[in-house]
């Protein structure tokens, strides 16, 4: 057998004692899939000292875990600290300058810097691969760039982050508010400390640019994410988007289109989306990932599976090992960097959608009429409307509106038109349906 | 650029026309992805004047499709003929034999002779790859070989036919019965003229045991597949696994156990299963596959999409061909073929199943008595049965029973006391319900 493939380890978090662990009750597996043995030489964290629950005396220990790029006993360093800068950056762009394969999970990372550091791979002739940072275990960067390869991509969506659909699924199946299942997924350790960058959909945010880069071959482009989180929502909306067939599910969508001077454009957003109860994408509850890759060939392809946790994360991270070991240095994102297509943000305005419209009013006459009228005027023409007969605190009204299809232009409108109004206790709620 | 790799197509059926389609409309987009274009220089068919929607002049033609296999100006050849033995394998050994990459969606062919001609793509270190051959447009061959690379894997099972599926979805939405539905599914081309193979569950063997192999390093054993088809359903059965809380799906499942001797032994079964309805199998209608994989550390991982027709079939076709041009030319079978463990057929007798029974029996007093007694002498617990009250044409009876949790063995010898019962007027159904 040839000889190992020998990896530095770069955090030793829940994540990185997870591909320890792999590797030691997998190895013999491996090596055998691999073609040679995939060995631990190196490992780094911030503390040294603490019990993982590993055994790291077989490895050399490095206090700075930059210098894990230099070590000229390591093929592939493996980056599992986290922060789209910082130490994760500095590791990441001294290993690939030092002509070593990069394996990362750090999604903030590659929607930030991903396309300098592929550019750095590319020179290098190695590998930059992160399937772990988008959908945890499942393998759909592979998907994507492998499976999928011969088909123009004509979107890609999906449930990114696993607080958020366990936030979603759990409100959903007891009609408790958003408050009340944030704080249990914390304790249940779903949710982080600092819940924003999951519940405002920034994670999901960072794993979009990354798909769409990839689905495309467009420059990534992370800023252009419009991004709408999940924190806003209520039980009365998961309630009435039942009562009209939907479920609310936090969706990562992406497409091109032709922009007025005849480019490529790209839409991206994340947002909560109404899906259709007979979507697959309905079916998808707790801290689970999917993804729909359409093509223009494969149809409809679906991959799901845990978005998150040790033992996912450590399977996607250990298969680009395998994937290098097998001696694949492709583009990391299909094809390369100076292929990738600089596209504008695409004009969302034209686009035609149907709404979930939510206003929170004050309980007086006339706030209907206010309402209907504003979306007339702005040209969008209503499918439904409920007003709940039940009363919250303050004695505010939920009305709830279904717009037929139109242009979301006519939508912002509309609500231009209401804006300021003393009728309304609170901005509007905005979702959009996803179509099945 | 670099050069083109050169492709000769044997087979102009649908899929075939697919391919060559995809490869016209998709050809830049390929080739960006490739990093060289992909190129069809030779294409063979039985009959040279059909119109098949395609142009052929650009591309030189054999009359012997084996002689495609010696052409110098070819690089990689696509059998897409059809057929265990015959041309196709004649095909596939010459071209391997000469040194050319195959790429192939013969189910039949691989499951019969995939070891071999693995053997000769590795000696030649050439590829031979057959993502169409199995859930055709849906990558699982590469999720299970590479994204999956990293795991023990406990379990692999799915809907691998989408012509059973398409019946066993259309008779629980219509409430028709099988035949009714089998000849719907012809006339719409979702079922052949000769429809055993895809309903007697041969087609789903064919590529159970081809995941199978892959999945756990298993010598392919396609004859060792326990195979039971859907012909023998009836409307009644699936109104009674509904009223239950089932759907009813043909699943190829497989896994491996330790047989008495502490060898690894391979369970692989193709049969209907009782589906529980919040499985995300259940959900699966319609001429669609979905295989879900099993890893000890990824979890559960689900690959769906269209099982079969021309452009997902192509379309997996033309990725095997892309992986190809990109340089992966790694064992077939995940791990080189004298790696792959001769695996016995696991003893299922002692494995621990619920079972659905179902008895067709005459309308006369003390056949439930019987039945029942048989279940009791045999040590097979009764959770729930069921008498229909409405009677068949012929004073026929349906009795269905749900069983507790129980080895199969058990269930086998209740079967045998009442084996020549004068009371059953036809041999019972035994279906496994899958567990969620």
């Not at 911030?46 to 050399?60: E, H, I, N, P, Q």
């Not at 275990?137 to 449930?159: C, D, F, H, M, T």
């Not at 206010?370 to 702005?378: K, S």
């Not at 139109?406 to 209401?418: C, H, M, S, T, Y």
Request: net charge negative; hydrophobic share 45%; proline share 5%.
């Amino acid at each position: 057998m040839a000889d190992p493939l020998r990896i530095a380890l770069a955090g030793l978090g829940t994540v990185g004692a997870g591909v320890i662990r792999l590797i030691e009750a997998n190895g013999e597996l491996i090596a055998r899939r691999a073609g040679r043995p995939v060995e631990i030489v190196a490992v780094s964290a911030r503390d040294r000292t603490k019990d993982r629950g590993v055994d790291l005396s077989r490895f050399a220990w490095e206090d700075d875990m930059t210098a894990m790029a230099s070590r000229a006993d390591v093929d592939v360093v493996v980056e599992l600290v986290g922060g789209s800068d910082g130490p994760a950056l500095t590791l990441a762009r001294n290993a690939l300058g030092a002509g070593k394969s990069l394996v990362t999970a750090n999604k903030a990372m590659i929607a930030h810097h991903g396309l300098a550091l592929a550019e750095l791979a590319e020179k290098a002739e190695v590998a930059l691969k992160f399937e772990a940072a988008v959908a945890g275990g499942v393998p759909v960067i592979k998907g994507l760039r492998e499976g999928a390869s011969a088909n123009a991509i004509e979107r890609v969506y999906g449930i990114l982050n696993g607080t958020c659909n366990y936030i979603l699924s759990t409100m959903e199946a007891t009609g408790r508010d958003f408050g009340d299942v944030l704080k249990e997924a914390q304790k249940l350790g779903y949710a982080e400390a600092d819940p924003t960058f999951d519940i405002e959909g920034i994670d999901a945010s960072h794993k979009l640019s990354i798909l769409a880069a990839i689905a495309f071959g467009a420059k990534i482009d992370f800023p252009s994410v419009e991004t709408e989180g999940i924190s806003r929502l209520r039980a009365a909306d998961i309630e009435q988007a039942a009562a009209l067939g939907f479920v609310i599910r936090l969706i990562g969508i992406a497409d091109t289109e032709l922009g007025a001077n005849g480019e490529d454009t790209l839409f991206q957003r994340v947002c909560p989306y109404l899906v259709p109860v007979d979507h697959p994408l309905a079916r998808v509850n707790g801290p689970t990932n999917a993804v729909v890759v359409e093509g223009n060939f494969a149809g409809r392809l679906l991959f799901q599976g845990a978005g998150a946790g040790d033992g996912p994360t450590a399977s996607a991270v250990v298969a680009d090992i395998i994937d290098i070991a097998r001696g694949d240095v492709g583009a990391p994102f299909s094809v390369p960097v100076n292929a990738l297509a600089p596209m504008p943000r695409a004009d969302a305005g034209h686009r035609v959608a149907r709404d979930y419209l939510r206003f929170m009013v004050a309980d007086r006459p006339g706030v209907l009429a206010e309402i209907a009228t504003a979306m007339r005027d702005a040209g969008v023409s209503i499918e439904s409307l409920i007003q709940k007969g039940r009363q919250e605190e303050g004695g505010e009204v939920m009305v709830s509106i279904v717009t037929h299809g139109g242009p979301e232009a006519n939508v912002d409108r509309a609500l231009e038109l209401l804006k300021g109004s003393p009728s309304l206790t609170e901005p509007p709620l905005v979702l959009q349906l996803l179509d099945n």
